[in-house]
């Protein structure tokens, strides 16, 4: 018989689905239980891992040599590095590695750990690959480009660029620091232990997997060997629950701790609930809807300028989405540099009807809408299924687990697609590059840009522009220029961007501790506890 151990067996017993019978016993105390819509995840291998939930489940086992931590989710502090130099002239970093670290496996963390990660993540050439590639780096220089010498690294780069930029692409999550030596060691056909990393950790963060299972749950057992000091709780384990009504039912009902996807009305209808409480955390995310240039008449401007008139944000944001949605129409989210705050979009069916007749656009039109299948993208699709409608244009909503949707989307497969963006890293360039540039758009140039997914090439002007932000050096000019991106494809990109995030997360009132940044990857468990 295989040995379960207690905690797995004791954690079962208290996630059964409720049933008729009264609520079971409490969560137990030295695990937080997290009711959680999982099913965006497509890999949660570091090297190419790029959803939201996939973006948390990373932050809790892997490490960078740079990051934002827990105890501060807006300040890069030293990681896996100790510290580092920049030369004279910005165009190298050199690191200090930490000494006596270890990876999950018990493995000592290396130098050369860190070069491997990197070249696996070019080789494996998934996703998010593109972000180390703003270094100029590929498989086939990055072992010239970054080298090692005892207890430090040096990273060298191609490119006019601040190095806070660099610096700022070396805390993302591909970026993550892989036990290479477990990794080759459970390589498959050249897979760089890809298949095995999607069933275990090989990182050295706060956290280690113990079971992952697609679309049902996802296991971590706390680190006690932590470089940074041992979690505060021993086990999280993230139970996948699609249904925000099942969410909050589980809250009530004591059998977990935490409710994470709850809609404005489960909010609501938890006020004045004895023992829970609801936290709130501006994000990064902004949710928008595109249409797919490979597909006619998807191609007209007119369309995209119309579809901008035939959105009632005020309404949604007003309604269903009230506190968790902020009605925002630029690709770089309020509150950090760079970003546009304008919202010169209203709903005014009458004027989309107007640039529609004026273009000759022949209507009815029937478009395929791709949206993840729980709140609040169907809502938000039905919304916009019921508002586009007067105008001759009709939403044909294609519902899938987000999995699903993200595949697809990557795929340019579809017509229409409703989603949400986050940046890979905390600098405007990273959401300038996915709304504002494209260098290649043929099929086999894969980039995971809205830009090369949506099939759409930017005008020249608009790709200069976009190169000429990144090398701006003075902070000033660069964040105005990246308002006028902002400005510029507002009016001539196929896409609509509608909003801005709130998280909304309830919670027992005797789990203290928890850590939600801006985005999925400054979600920290490792301070959390139970009182």
Same mark, same amino acid.
């Given at each position: 018989m295989k040995f379960v151990p207690t905690f797995v067996r004791v954690l079962a017993i208290s996630l059964i689905a409720l049933s008729s019978a009264p609520a079971i016993a409490e969560t137990p105390k030295d695990a937080l239980v997290v009711a959680q819509n999982i099913d965006d995840i497509v890999t949660i291998d570091p090297a190419t891992a790029y959803e939201f939930s996939s973006g948390e489940y990373v932050t809790n086992t892997y490490d960078q040599l740079v990051q934002y931590g827990a105890q501060d989710t807006t300040t890069l502090a030293p990681g896996l590095a100790v510290g580092w130099e920049i030369d004279a002239e910005a165009k190298a970093v050199t690191f200090t590695l930490r000494d006596g670290v270890t990876f999950h496996s018990g493995n000592p963390f290396r130098a050369e750990d860190v070069v491997g990660s990197w070249k696996r993540v070019l080789v494996l050439n998934k996703a998010p690959a593109f972000i180390l590639g703003n270094l100029g780096w590929t498989a086939e220089n990055i072992e010239e480009m970054v080298t090692t010498e005892g207890n430090t690294v040096t990273a060298r780069w191609v490119g006019d660029f601040a190095p806070s930029f660099v610096l700022n692409v070396l805390a993302s999550r591909p970026a993550s620091v892989v036990d290479m030596q477990t990794a080759m060691a459970n390589e498959v056909d050249g897979d760089m232990g890809h298949a095995w990393m999607n069933q275990n950790s090989a990182g050295t963060g706060p956290f280690k997997l113990t079971r992952y299972a697609p679309g049902e749950v996802l296991m971590l057992a706390a680190n006690s060997d932590y470089w940074d000091g041992a979690p505060a709780i021993e086990r999280v384990l993230i139970r996948h629950v699609a249904e925000a009504a099942t969410q909050r039912?589980?809250?009530?009902?004591?059998?977990?701790?935490?409710?994470?996807?709850?809609?404005?009305?489960?909010?609501? #209808?938890?006020?004045?609930?004895?023992?829970? +409480?609801?936290? $709130?955390?501006?994000?990064?995310?902004?949710? =928008?809807?595109?249409?797919?240039?490979?597909?006619?008449p998807l191609t007209n401007p007119a369309l995209w300028e119309a579809a901008r008139y035939l959105v009632d944000y005020e309404g949604m944001a007003n309604s269903f989405l009230a506190g968790q949605m902020d009605v925002h129409q630029a690709f770089w989210p309020e509150g950090f540099p760079g970003a546009l705050t304008d919202t010169p979009f209203t709903y005014d069916p009458e004027k989309a009807k107007a640039i529609l007749a004026e273009s000759g656009m022949e209507l009815p039109v029937t478009i395929e809408l791709d949206v993840i299948n729980s709140a609040p993208f169907t809502d938000i699709a039905a919304s916009l299924q019921q508002t586009f409608a007067p105008a001759g244009i009709n939403f044909d909503i294609l519902?899938?687990? #987000?999995?699903?949707?993200?595949?697809?989307? +990557?795929?340019? $497969?579809?017509?229409?697609?409703?989603?949400? =963006?986050?940046?890979?890293?905390?600098?405007?360039?990273s959401n300038a590059k996915a709304f504002a540039y494209n260098a290649d758009n043929s099929d086999d140039a894969y980039v995971s840009t809205t830009t090369w997914r949506n099939a759409w090439m930017p005008p020249e002007e608009v790709n200069q522009k976009t190169l000429a932000a990144l090398a701006e050096r003075d902070p000033d000019t660069r964040n105005q220029m990246y308002v006028e991106l902002q400005q510029a494809m507002q009016t001539e990109a196929p896409f609509v961007v509608m909003f801005q995030a709130i998280k909304q997360v309830a919670m027992a009132d005797e789990v203290q501790g928890y850590v939600n940044g801006a985005s999925a990857d400054y979600v920290f468990y490792r301070l959390t506890e139970k009182n």
């Open positions: 039912l589980l809250l009530e009902a004591n059998d977990v701790d935490m409710a994470k996807n709850l809609t404005p009305d489960q909010i609501e #209808g938890l006020s004045g609930s004895d023992g829970i +409480r609801v936290e $709130t955390y501006p994000q990064t995310a902004v949710h =928008w809807f595109s249409f797919n240039q490979k597909h006619e519902p899938g687990t #987000g999995a699903q949707v993200i595949t697809k989307y +990557r795929a340019r $497969t579809h017509q229409s697609m409703l989603l949400y =963006w986050g940046p890979d890293f905390m600098d405007p360039h």
